[in-house]
């Protein structure tokens, strides 16, 4: 009978591993568009310098996997966590809840958290609050990115001090014709300015300054942001080429496709790894 149990176990397993690997939810690929295992990946993300993990914000397999990274990581480095979605001039707050001076209701009333803060971002930041890791609010007061939006960047200089230490150092280094600075342009379809995409600059670079500013010594620091301010090793990583050039980084991009049993052409070098999400998988919001 136990002989019998075992057979019919074996059975159960092999067609439920089958079925798995006929419907996965994702698949990994390198920049060229060949499959790569997790492990592998992972051990190429420990010997970095900066993670940049490009989210697609509404997917759910990008932020399980923004967390099963970030502990992998963390079990072998040192590890600092940094996000988009927490301006600068809240980190303040966000060491608050961290450090555990008030609660997460209180820290809701006081951030301005994102709608998804909650199924998203909650566990990372727990993570690092249960770990007594470091994680920066990285990202432009969403305000002054509409100040260079509706003035240019000269907006900036009308800052105080105090807000000026929540920017990239003035003036910010700036280049129009990236290739992903254009591409917002065309996708605008005409009704683009220059400001939007210096808008998009300031964002791209003061991410790429606090990252800089708070590198863990010996260790990887794990930055979450829209994979666009990524993709392509523009945005983020030119700004960290700027300010830091010779580091050693790593990116990832998530997209999603009908079919992910091969890579589509059009996402052919867009990150060093690239998540490819099937179509149909459910979404956050």
Known sequence: MKILHFILFSLLFTQLTAWTQDQPAYVLYDSKGKKIRYQKMLKQLEQ????????????PISHWLQL?????????????????????????????YL????????????????NNYYTDYAPLVDFAKENQLPFIATNIPRRFANMVYKKDFSALDELSSEEKSW?????????S????YQNILKMMGGHGTSTLIKA?????????HFIVQNLPKEGVFIHYNGAYHSDYYEGILWYLNQY??????KTISTVSQADIHKLEKEHLGR??????????????Y
Request: hydrophobic letters at 40%; charged letters at 20%.
């Open 48 to 59: 970095s310098q900066v993670v940049l993990f490009g989210e697609l914000h509404n997917n």
């Open 68 to 96: 099963e990274v970030t502990q992998a990581i963390h079990a072998q480095k040192n590890t600092v966590l940094g996000a988009e979605m927490f301006e600068r001039d809240n980190q303040d707050e966000l060491n608050g």
């Open 99 to 114: 450090e555990g001076s008030f609660n997460a209701k209180v820290f809701d009333t006081l951030a301005r958290l994102w």
């Open 167 to 175: 920017v990239a150092p003035l003036p910010i280094p700036y280049d």
């Open 177 to 180: 014709m990236l290739p992903r």
């Open 200 to 208: 998009q600059a300031t964002k791209d670079a003061t991410m790429a």
């Open 244 to 249: 830091k050039p010779g580091l050693h980084v």
């Open 271 to 284: 990150a060093d790894f690239i998540i490819c999400v099937d179509e149909d998988m459910t979404s956050t």
